[in-house]
């Protein structure tokens, strides 16, 4: 249930991301609202998870969720470039929280 919490922690990091681009530096009510709740989301749900998780494996799944699902939404909604180098970035990024993990830092 640990690593569940940490990868919906990371689902909302993307959202509190996209959020906060949308509130145009806190001028907008509604998207200054959405961060607000979706980080508090995401940051309970991780605190959830780092009771069963060491923190550094969890920590770098929930930043990698975040980091990925941020890209890749930039990409698709706000225009950002979806260049070779930036989608082999996000290739290493995974490839980094996979090899983390795979490190057999999954328990106490």
Request: charge should be neutral.
């Amino acid at each position: 249930m640990a690593w569940l919490y940490v990868i919906v922690g990371g689902l909302f990091e993307t959202a509190f991301a996209i959020s906060l681009k949308e509130s145009n530096g806190f001028t907008r009510l509604w998207p200054t609202v959405s961060f607000a709740v979706t980080v508090a989301i995401s940051m309970g749900l991780l605190g959830l998870g780092l009771r069963e998780l060491p923190v550094g494996t969890a920590y770098a799944v929930w930043v990698g969720i975040g980091a990925v699902g941020t890209a890749i939404a930039g990409m698709l909604f706000f225009n950002d470039p979806a260049t070779l180098l930036r989608l082999s970035a996000i290739g290493l990024i995974v490839g980094g929280v996979v090899l983390l993990n795979l490190s057999g830092g999954s328990g106490h």
